[in-house]
């Protein structure tokens, strides 16, 4: 988020892009209203505080997107991601992140088709 990037003076998601030689990751979604902080909420408090938080700001048919995040603790985030993609008319071919957190299980919901890949 804006906030986020404030406050630490980068942006994780540009760097990872970056080191992948990736494209510059494209701004295509808006929040749609205000949410909560996730820092303190359990899994099912996140889902509920996301969900219809993010949508498309344009038409997105046609366009592919893997979505880039730094860390995953419940899923929340990146599922309402793909959502709101998939919502706008985009294809998500997958999705990396670079660290989990070890406190929840992943449980990401089976329409987001993403498996998890350790590296070991």
């Given at each position: ?45 996140r889902g509920t ?72």
């Open positions: 988020s804006r906030a986020s990037f404030r406050r630490r003076g980068y942006d994780p998601v540009r760097l990872l892009a970056r080191a992948a030689a990736l494209p510059r990751p494209a701004r295509v979604l808006v929040n749609m209203h205000e949410r909560a902080s996730q820092k303190t909420l359990d899994r099912a408090e505080n996301l969900a219809g938080s993010m949508g498309a700001y344009r038409v997105l048919h046609g366009r592919r997107f893997l979505v880039l995040d730094d860390v995953i603790t419940t899923g929340a985030t990146l599922s309402e991601v793909v959502r709101s993609l998939r919502e706008g008319g985009a294809e998500v071919v997958g999705a990396a992140v670079v660290a989990a957190t070890p406190r929840h299980s992943l449980g990401l919901s089976p329409e987001l088709e993403i498996s998890s890949d350790s590296g070991t």
